[in-house]
């Protein structure tokens, strides 16, 4: 089992910045991919971005390009998410995830992560 707690979230002006953090606890060795999806009201979850557990490979979805930044620190088994330039279309719940296979070029499918945490809410006021 992995267990996954996120932080950071808040009420921020567009133009502004936060940083997510998500600590992950128990199999930590089974990671192969850690991912941040968002979501908000009557709207699908949504694919931010993903990183590979050992290698650190990157992936970003478009939207967040150049202003979001994900980032693994393995000493402390924490996944961040450093988010700049924000937009009030950016408010969301964010979720972090974990996923214990390879996935491919599927990073970005949600079906394909094993573990969720809880969500922290993201507010941008414009």
């Known amino acids: 089992q992995v267990q996954l707690v996120e932080s950071g979230g808040g009420l921020v002006q567009a133009g502004g910045s936060l940083r997510l953090s998500c600590a992950v606890s128990?199999?930590?060795?089974?990671?192969?991919?850690m991912g941040w999806f968002r979501q908000s009201p009557g709207k699908e979850r949504e694919f931010v971005a993903a990183i590979r557990w050992s290698g650190g490979t990157t992936y970003y979805a478009n939207s967040v390009k150049g202003r979001f930044t994900i980032s693994r620190d393995n000493a402390k088994n924490t996944v961040y998410l450093q988010m700049n330039s924000l937009k009030p279309e950016d408010t969301a719940v964010y979720y972090c995830?974990?996923?214990?296979?390879?996935?491919?070029?599927?990073?970005?499918?949600?079906?394909?992560?094993?573990?969720w945490g809880q969500g922290t809410q993201v507010t941008v006021s414009s």
């Open positions: 995830a974990a996923d214990r296979e390879y996935s491919g070029t599927l990073y970005f499918s949600h079906i394909k992560y094993d573990y």
């Open positions: 128990g199999r930590t060795f089974d990671i192969i991919t």
